[in-house]
């Protein structure tokens, strides 16, 4: 019994004093950046009006400097060893603004204002460039909850609602600024195809969208 005590208090100890070799990485990052989405084609349905309109080529502005702006945050985990794969939950909050008149004269504003919110589950790979720089990759699954803000025949309506699946693929290089603080730079791809809930009917369109991001990131 005494032997088992002290190899108990002896693993303890070690874990007290090298606690990297014995477990994995968590990691936590905020970052801000700027996103841009494609023009879509955006499908406008209100059947009580008997209305299926399609819009081509619809522009889509971002704004990702204004309130509330373009931001996103995550929580990861790192296996031990290595450390080179993980996997993480991140949250992306971008905008989505057509162009005005562009879903025709019933829908007097529509966006997507308080965020297509992206909720996904990342596989993370991370390769060492050199003693204090990794290049990461980022392949993601998830679904958009987006908040809608619209006005449709004088009617005005907002809700967040789980919408579609959504994908990103992401790349970029981290920084070690200190033991335990990271700085990152990333490139994305997003895409995501909801169906947005206004008076009435839905406006539905894929969007996909170009994002540039830099963070920075805590690891313990």
Known sequence: MLTRALRAAALAATLLV?????????????????????????????????TH???SAVPLASRSFSSPPYYGYRLG??????????VEAE??????????????????????????????VNLVVRQPMQRRVWLAARWGA????????SRVGGIDQEQYEIAS????????????????????VEYKVTTTAPSVSVANGTVRGRYT???LAAGLGIVW
């Open 18 to 50: 090298h606690p990297s070799t014995a477990r994995a990485d968590w990691s936590f990052g905020v970052f801000l950046g700027a996103s841009h989405t494609m023009p879509s084609t955006l499908t406008l349905n209100l059947p009580a009006a008997g």
């Open 53 to 55: 309109d399609t819009f």
């Open 77 to 86: 985990w790192f296996g031990s060893g290595s450390r080179r794969i993980g």
């Open 91 to 120: 949250l992306i909050h971008l905008k989505i603004y057509p162009g005005d008149g562009a879903l025709g004269p019933l829908v007097q504003r529509f966006s997507i204002s308080h965020g297509l919110n992206l909720l996904l």
């Open 142 to 149: 998830g679904m958009a909850i987006p908040h809608g803000e």
């Open 165 to 184: 699946a959504a994908f990103q693929a992401a790349a970029g290089p981290e920084f070690a600024l200190s033991r335990h603080a990271r700085g990152f």
């Open 209 to 211: 969208s170009h994002h």
